[in-house]
């Protein structure tokens, strides 16, 4: 499976809402679909898991949705700290083989 | 709460072995509940899952790095560890290990990421 992101660096002042996208090449369940963000220098954090459930911790200004080959993530009002780089990113359930998303940068505009 | 860190090696020459280990700790490696893996992400790029281990033993890898990748776990350490054979300079990068919780039919991210290593591979 292949996964692709948009849009390319998206550019936001804080307390704007983004809305960001990762679409398969192939119809998938939302069970094996996550969402990371990355900040320079730091590993990445996983932010949703099943397509829409936040992880521990996950403020509730970031949410998931999506299905098929189309999934969406959510940050309702930008922080000053959600300014990252957002990767996707699917696991294959036979093959147990995972795969990134490119990503997108999330910039102070 | 499980840690991970990641030792080894950060310059390797060309076409040797890159080799990397995870050390686990605030938990048990000995777990079927959790699966155990390795993430790369070359300088200014994206990141690119590089092979995950099952405490079972069974291993899943990229297939663009199938040829050269073997991951295994050594339980008595509560270790896991990469080799990468015949590297080259494409290979230089920051490598990851992670973990997270498996369960049939379902996928529930990596949510523990060791800091990362940078490996550089030259001569």
């Known amino acids: 499976i292949m996964l692709t992101q948009s849009p390319g660096p998206l550019s936001l002042s804080p307390g704007e809402g983004a809305t960001l996208s990762c679409r398969t090449n192939q119809t998938t369940s939302n069970s094996y679909l996550a969402w990371y963000q990355q900040k320079p220098g730091q590993a990445p954090r996983l932010l949703i898991y099943g397509a829409s459930r936040r992880a521990a911790g996950i403020p509730d200004r970031f949410s998931a949705s999506g299905s098929g080959t189309d999934f969406i993530l959510t940050i309702s009002r930008v922080e000053p700290e959600d300014f990252a780089v957002y990767y996707c990113q699917h696991c294959e359930s036979t093959s147990l083989m995972y795969t990134f998303g490119q990503g997108t940068k999330l910039e102070i505009k | 709460q499980l840690q991970l860190q990641e030792s080894g090696p950060r310059l390797v020459k060309p076409s040797e072995t890159l080799s990397l280990t995870c050390s686990v700790s605030?938990?048990?490696?000995?777990?079927?509940?959790?699966?155990w893996g390795w993430i790369r992400q070359s300088p200014g790029k994206g990141l690119e899952w590089i092979g995950s281990?099952?405490?079972?033993?069974?291993?899943s890898y990229n297939p663009s790095l199938r040829s050269r990748v073997t991951i295994s776990v050594d339980t008595s350490k509560s270790q896991f560890s990469l080799k990468l054979s015949s590297v080259t300079a494409a290979d230089t990068a920051v490598y990851y290990c992670?973990?997270?919780?498996?369960?049939?039919?379902?996928?529930?991210?990596?949510?523990?990421w060791g800091q990362g290593t940078t490996v550089t591979v030259s001569s």
């Open positions: 992670a973990t997270g919780a498996r369960a049939p039919g379902y996928y529930y991210g990596m949510d523990v």
């Open positions: 281990i099952y405490y079972s033993g069974s291993t």
């Open positions: 605030g938990g048990s490696i000995r777990t079927t509940d959790y699966y």
